[in-house]
């Protein structure tokens, strides 16, 4: 690649450099800007959006359902499921703090979990969960809806639980408001690059342009490596597991839908909404978990025919509707579903493993790792 002086002068040098330009990426250089005003940072990002999950979820503001909460229990100290949850519903406090729900587009519509026969010996744990929960909340967070049939679900649904601190937000429009942050900050974000060596210890970044023509060598004080299930190309030993998700978005509902609201099922693997009169449902990589383990944006068969028999036969039985949209989100999980926030070089940190959470708690690993980053 031949390069001008003033390229050269200009766009190779920085204080800071964030590889990844998701929910994480984007908080990390915000946060180290606000930080250090006079610092010269950028964030690369090999896609036009940014790669993994971060537009590409289902924009569900939850820190966990009960089932989910409750195997948890089987890995984790009550004391840890606790802090987890306090951290995910935290960010999301921070994030309607700091951005406005209008901008947003947030709406607290409740969260509910329908539970089938398998499931039901969870209602027993709930008063329990519940207090343990209190010390965070304040109030209970979870109580059983008296009338579940008023959904409208088939007679497989045995018991709906609802969570009165759950909502939903867009995506899309979370990023733009972090776009706009970073616009306004003096932060420089580089699309279509993909990062293909970091130095850890000299700060020195290597990427290339999407048909491997051209290549650049960036130079930083400090780099941050936030590309979650992708970041083992960058940093070999990382402790991720990549987690493939499927989204199918309906074409507009010709019915009126007897419920409103963020639903989950299955211990939180799969997961339901209504978007814009359509029904939004995904997940489901439990059915699968091995080639679910993947970072190819393609559609698993046996996912999308198990997410469409849940549609027909227990969320909208005896209706008719069609699928107009699918698309699949990378996420990174491993042994613990707390982020990893840790320096891997003189000149390097991460901050991954957001174990499907990224709309909850990027904005403060963002923070966190930009205070690492300052300390380094």
């Not at 001008?4 to 994480?24: C, P, R």
């Not at 299930?229 to 509902?253: D, M, Q, V, Y």
Request: proline share 4%; hydrophobic share 40%.
């Amino acid at each position: 690649m031949m390069l001008s002086y003033w390229e050269q002068k200009n766009f190779l040098d920085y204080d800071l450099i964030v590889v990844g330009a998701g929910f994480t990426g984007l908080s990390t250089a915000i946060h180290f800007k606000k930080n250090q005003p006079k610092s010269k940072v950028l964030v690369l990002e090999r896609g036009v959006f940014p790669t993994g999950a971060s537009t590409k979820n289902a924009g569900f503001a939850c820190f966990g359902s009960l089932t989910e909460i409750l195997d948890d229990f089987w890995v984790m100290s009550p004391d840890e499921v606790v802090q987890l949850v306090e951290r995910r519903y935290e960010g999301l406090r921070q994030i309607r703090k700091h951005f406005g729900d209008k901008v947003l587009r947030y709406q607290h519509r409740s969260g509910y979990e329908i539970l089938d026969e398998s499931n039901l010996s969870a209602l027993d744990r709930l008063p329990d969960t519940n207090r343990l929960l209190k010390k965070v909340f304040k109030d209970e967070v979870f109580s059983i809806v008296k009338k579940p049939g008023k959904f409208g679900f088939s007679e497989k649904v045995k018991a709906v639980v609802k969570n009165k601190f759950e909502g939903e937000l867009d995506p899309g429009a979370y990023l733009g408001a972090l776009w706009h942050k970073a616009s306004k900050l003096g932060i420089t974000i580089l699309t279509g690059l993909t990062v293909v060596e970091v130095d850890p210890e000299q700060g020195r970044v290597v990427a290339e342009n999407k048909e491997k023509s051209s290549g650049f060598e960036f130079s930083a004080g400090k780099v941050a490596v936030c590309t979650n299930a992708f970041t083992k190309k960058l940093w070999t030993e990382s402790p991720l597991e990549p987690g493939r998700g499927l989204i199918l978005l309906s074409k507009p509902l010709h019915f009126d839908l007897p419920w409103k609201g963020a639903f989950h099922m299955d211990k939180g693997y799969v997961y339901f909404r209504e978007v814009d009169g359509r029904l939004l449902l995904g997940g489901a990589r439990n059915k699968d978990f091995e080639n679910e383990k993947s970072t190819e944006f393609s559609v698993n068969p046996s996912i999308k025919a198990h997410l469409d028999q849940l549609a027909k036969e227990v969320i909208f039985p005896y209706r008719e509707f069609e699928w107009e949209m699918e698309w699949t989100g990378i996420m990174a999980f491993g042994p613990k579903k707390t982020p990893v926030i840790q320096q891997i070089g003189n000149k390097t940190a991460v901050a991954v493993r957001l174990g499907g959470m990224g709309v909850a708690i990027g904005w403060q690993v963002g923070k966190e790792l930009a205070a690492l980053l300052s300390e380094m």
